[in-house]
């Protein structure tokens, strides 16, 4: 992508969340998804490529705000896959759009995929508390040898 496109794509953006903060949601939420959908074209139709991630976050968020349970599903299932994409051992990355899908999926009755992603949740939640304690453990021995 040149980078004078992109300027252009940030431009939208912008004009989107703007045009979202000043009562005008729907019509920003579809310009988002026109710069998505331009996005993917760029991209050689990769619908979840690293320069979506920030879309679909800001996607799912406005279109969650504005009670749109459907179109804020799919834009977190699509930022979940770009965040496995971009961060597939950063666990804690993941957490926060399986959670969201997690609360729309339980919304919409959907309880087989609110069962699967709760406990994909919890099993990242578990890893991620893990991490810390081992840090913690690390980092206290590291302190009572220096204090030696």
């Known amino acids: 992508m040149v980078e004078s496109q992109q300027l252009v794509n940030w431009a939208k953006c912008f ?3 703007t045009l979202y903060a000043e009562g005008a949601g729907a019509k920003g939420v579809e310009l988002l998804e026109d710069l998505i959908d331009e996005y993917i074209e760029t991209v050689d ?3 979840y490529h690293p320069f979506l991630e920030s879309s679909y976050q800001q996607l799912g968020n406005m279109a969650f705000s504005l009670k749109n349970k459907d179109k804020a599903l799919e834009a ?4 979940l896959k770009c965040r496995e994409r971009i961060h597939p051992a950063d666990s804690k990355e993941l957490i926060r759009p399986l959670m969201q899908i997690l609360r729309l999926s339980a919304a919409n009755d959907d309880i087989t ?3 699967e992603v709760g406990l994909k949740v919890n099993l990242l939640l578990i890893q991620h508390v893990n991490e810390i304690d081992n840090n913690l453990v690390m980092n206290s021995g590291n302190l009572e040898g220096a204090e030696k």
Do not use: G, I, S
């Open 15 to 17: 004009l989107a969340v």
């Open 45 to 47: 139709e990769d619908k």
């Open 76 to 79: 977190y299932r699509c930022l």
């Open 113 to 115: 995929e609110a069962t």
